[in-house]
């Protein structure tokens, strides 16, 4: 099985602009988490998606928004970015049998200027 | 009471070496505690998880303790090679979460 896809890996973008990160989750996979990564704060967990729903968000403010669509694949977005924002979005994808097992992908990472 | 503590920070481990991290948890209704091992440029890597009912779980050179009453679980890294060099994460999460709490990562260096 091909494992999570992110894109785009790498992106650079100006504070107040807004982005938009896409993951497609393992073929089979309906739960699909999203985490920021930084030196400062290190491994956060941002928001969960589970047949179009949302179903766990983290500490993180309004600005971060996300949505999964009828074939699992996810996007999420963050608007008005600010520096603190630079950081390694990544995206994991679990199944839905109980197992609590989650696979990430590579990560985009983002850096606002 | 959401928080998982990790260390150390970083360890440096001669070839053939054990390594030991360690990892404290509050949240008493956590249930499942994987680690996870990230390399450069890669994002995190499941390596081995364990839940509260059993204490020990091994998984080739991988292995964690838990010990419930102290709130505590560690991985142990035998005969570590120069591969194994990276950056490993403790986590944990309970039944019906799948948001993981994270440790703040141990940067392990193996040296030939």
């Known amino acids: 099985k091909a494992g999570v896809t992110q894109t785009p890996r790498y992106l650079i973008k100006t504070r107040g602009q807004q982005v938009t990160l896409s993951c497609s989750p393992i073929?089979?996979?309906?739960?699909v988490s999203w985490y920021q990564q930084t030196p400062g704060q290190g491994l956060q967990f941002l928001f969960e998606?589970?047949?179009?729903?949302?179903?766990n968000k983290g500490n993180f403010p309004g600005r971060f928004s996300g949505r999964q669509f009828s074939n699992s694949r996810s996007e999420m977005n963050v608007s008005t970015l600010e520096l603190g924002d630079s950081a390694l979005y990544l995206c994991?994808?679990?199944?839905?049998?109980?197992?609590?097992?989650?696979?990430f992908g590579p990560g985009t990472r983002l850096t606002v200027t | 009471q959401q928080q998982v503590k990790q260390s150390p920070q970083s360890l440096i481990v001669q070839k053939g070496g054990i390594s030991i991290i360690n990892c404290a948890y509050e949240?008493?209704?956590?249930?499942?505690f994987p680690w996870y091992q990230q390399f450069p440029g890669k994002g995190p890597a499941l390596l081995i998880a364990?839940?509260?009912?059993?204490s020990e779980k091994k998984e080739g050179r991988f292995t964690i303790s838990f010990n419930k009453s102290a709130k505590q679980f560690s991985l142990h890294i035998m005969d570590s090679q120069p591969g194994d060099s990276a950056t490993y994460f403790c986590?944990?999460?309970?039944?019906?979460?799948?948001?993981?709490?994270f440790g703040s990562g141990t940067r392990l260096q193996v040296q030939p």
């Open positions: 994991a994808s679990s199944s839905t049998s109980g197992s609590h097992e989650q696979y």
């Open positions: 073929s089979g996979h309906r739960s």
């Open positions: 998606y589970f047949s179009e729903t949302q179903r």
């Open positions: 949240n008493t209704a956590f249930d499942y």
């Open positions: 364990i839940r509260p009912d059993v």
């Open positions: 986590a944990a999460t309970y039944t019906g979460r799948r948001a993981l709490t």
